[in-house]
C-alpha cells in the first residue's frame, strides 16, 4: 500500500471528519421527514403498523419488496385507490424504500 504524504493524510482526516460531522448534523434533518411520513402511515395503518380498521391492511412484518411495489404501482397510478396514490404521488423513491423497511422490520403480532 502506497503511504500518503503527511500534507496529503491530513487532509484525508479533514475531509473525514467533515465527512462524518455532515452526516452527525444532517441525522435529524433526515429521520423528521420519515417520521413525519410515519405518523401520516400510522393514521390509517397504525402506529405500531396494525390497522384498527377492518377495511385498512396492516403493513408491520409485511414483505418489504411487496410494499415497495404496491407504494410505486399508487404513486404512478397504476394500482387505484385514491388516499393511497394522494399519500404516494409526492414521495421519493427513498421515502417508499425507507417506509418499507420500517414496517417490515415491525413484528406482525
Known amino acids: 500500500m502506497r503511504q500518503l504524504s503527511p500534507t496529503r493524510a491530513a487532509s484525508v482526516r479533514m475531509f473525514r471528519w467533515t465527512a462524518l460531522a455532515a452526516v452527525v448534523l444532517m441525522g435529524p434533518a433526515i429521520a423528521e421527514p420519515r417520521q413525519t411520513l410515519i405518523e401520516q402511515c400510522a393514521a390509517s395503518h397504525g402506529d405500531d403498523g396494525i390497522a384498527r380498521d377492518t377495511e385498512v391492511p396492516h403493513l408491520a412484518g409485511q414483505n418489504e419488496r411487496y ?5 410505486l404501482a ?3 397510478g397504476k394500482r387505484a385507490h385514491k388516499e393511497m396514490r394522494f399519500m404516494a404521488r409526492d414521495m421519493t423513491t427513498g421515502e417508499i424504500v425507507a417506509l418499507a423497511a420500517y414496517y417490515a422490520a415491525l413484528s406482525p403480532r
Not at 410494499?67 to 407504494?71: A, T
Open 67 to 71: 410494499l415497495v411495489n404496491q407504494m
Open 74 to 76: 399508487f404513486r404512478s
